[in-house]
């Protein structure tokens, strides 16, 4: 932190302290915030951070893994009534009311993060910013972890969802120092080598015989084929090919895993089938690497966490600086949470059981003992300087209305029949 250090640092120890705040400017309420509720949107609008630095600091605290677990996800920070807010969109948000469309205004934001461990609900963040209007989700989230990726000294393992495992991901990623796996959409057409030239034509085909992943008459010749038992999901069959390529990056050949589940009951939320790509110089386990998969949801619970206990998205936030500011100051008190996890005392509901290890608390509940901590360790923060009152606006100053923005869509606008 350089501009508006102590009031920034002041204010991520009320968030993490404050367990009955609504807003970020009750956070000035806490007694550790010891400045006026103004320094709240001073700290948001005037200070700044290294992100640089911060990128750099985050790495240099990561737990040390012979192969890092990453993850890349998109969230949206809704915003529907912030017609003062710039470049808002319509983003794609899940709804489970029936007849609703799934749809929301806001912003979206693109986060990396590291899976620190094989079980639990923590998940690091990396990095977490905004996607522009204009900008392309795969190609910005690709951006981000390649970043990352060139300041690790490990080769990291990068999980995505359906949407970044296509042609886009693969070329944005080329010669990237990591190795990709992601969930394929059941309705994926893949292809794999073309034969020998037969001299005929003018030029050699790209494209061999498909693999449609819907029809399993096209599932011939897997490169491998076993089956194993799993403590979670009972007996899975796994059949591997090696060397497919979509049609529009024929020369980006990947690997394509099958995950059969024969004791699943085969509904939305128990499917049979995984079907999974798999990107990178790595050579793939079919036994054990597919699992990495499943870590991955870890990262959906981060974004549950910052949303509802950390109050990330209760700031009204009036322009794109601030709020990207609120969003880096977020994460850092979620790190401050995890660094803190082996030092604190748990402290139980009466309804609760008594965590036995500190490596079992989850970031809720390191939340909840965090004060005992910060009392210890106190504060480098400087107190406020009395500065007397603002003289305010003169007399007769009048204020202009702060500019009107609609929400706007992504993609070309469709041309206009004419008359």
Same mark, same amino acid.
């Given at each position: 932190m350089t501009q508006a250090r102590d009031a920034q640092f002041e204010l991520v120890d009320a968030l993490l302290l404050d367990h009955e705040a609504q807003s970020p400017v009750e956070l000035s309420l806490n007694p550790v915030f010891r400045r006026r $509720?103004?320094?709240?949107?001073?700290?948001?609008?005037?200070?700044?951070?290294?992100?640089?630095?911060?990128?750099?600091?985050?790495?240099? %605290? *990561?737990?040390?893994?012979?192969?890092?677990? $990453?993850?890349?996800?998109?969230?949206t920070w809704q915003r529907p009534d912030a017609v003062t807010l710039p470049e808002r969109g319509i983003y794609y948000v899940p709804s489970r009311v029936k007849g609703n469309k799934p749809i929301g205004v806001g912003h979206a934001y693109s986060t990396v993060a590291m899976i620190p461990e094989v079980t639990g609900s923590w998940a690091l963040p990396l990095r977490h910013e905004r996607v522009g209007i204009d900008q392309d989700a795969v190609t910005f989230g690709a951006s981000q972890v390649v970043d990352l990726a060139r300041q690790s000294d490990v080769r990291p393992l990068v999980t995505v969802d359906s949407h970044y495992s296509n042609s886009k991901w693969l070329r944005a990623t080329v010669d990237a120092p990591f190795d990709t796996l992601g969930r394929l959409r059941p309705n994926r057409n893949l292809y794999r080598r073309p034969g020998p030239y037969c001299g005929r034509g003018t030029k050699q085909r790209k494209h061999g015989p498909p693999l449609k992943l819907k029809h399993a008459d096209t599932w011939q010749d897997p490169d491998a084929w076993l089956c194993v038992h799993d403590d979670q999901l009972g007996r899975v069959e796994i059949m591997v090919w090696h060397d497919l390529h979509f049609r529009k990056a024929p020369d980006r050949e990947m690997t394509v895993i099958r995950i059969h589940r024969l004791d699943a009951r085969g509904t939305r939320r128990d499917p049979k089938d995984l079907w999974l790509m798999y990107d990178g110089e790595t050579p793939f386990d079919p036994v054990g690497d597919w699992r990495s998969y499943l870590r991955r949801f870890a990262i959906e619970h981060w974004y549950r966490f910052v949303k509802n206990d950390l109050?990330?998205? !209760?700031?009204?936030?009036? !322009?794109?600086?601030?709020?990207? %500011?609120?969003s880096w100051l977020i994460t850092l008190a979620y790190w401050q949470l995890w660094l803190a996890r082996p030092l604190v005392l748990d402290q139980?509901?009466?309804?609760? %059981?008594? *965590?036995?290890?500190?490596?079992?608390?989850?970031?809720?509940?390191?939340?909840?003992?965090?004060?005992?901590?910060?009392? *210890?360790?106190?504060?480098?923060?400087?107190?406020?300087?009395?500065?007397?009152?603002?003289?305010?606006?003169?007399?007769?100053?009048?204020?202009?209305?702060?500019?009107?923005?609609?929400?706007?869509?992504?993609?070309?606008?469709?041309?206009?029949?004419?008359?």
């Open positions: $509720w103004s320094s709240v949107y001073a700290a948001l609008s005037d200070g700044e951070i290294n992100e640089a630095g911060l990128m750099r600091l985050y790495l240099a %605290h *990561v737990p040390r893994q012979k192969r890092p677990l $990453w993850a890349l996800d998109t969230t109050l990330w998205v !209760n700031f009204a936030g009036a !322009n794109l600086y601030n709020t990207q %500011h609120w139980p509901r009466p309804w609760e %059981h008594t *965590v036995s290890a500190p490596e079992n608390l989850t970031p809720g509940r390191v939340k909840r003992a965090l004060g005992g901590l910060l009392t *210890v360790i106190g504060t480098p923060t400087q107190p406020p300087k009395p500065r007397g009152n603002s003289p305010g606006r003169t007399l007769g100053q009048k204020m202009t209305s702060r500019p009107r923005y609609p929400v706007r869509k992504k993609g070309k606008p469709k041309p206009k029949k004419s008359a």
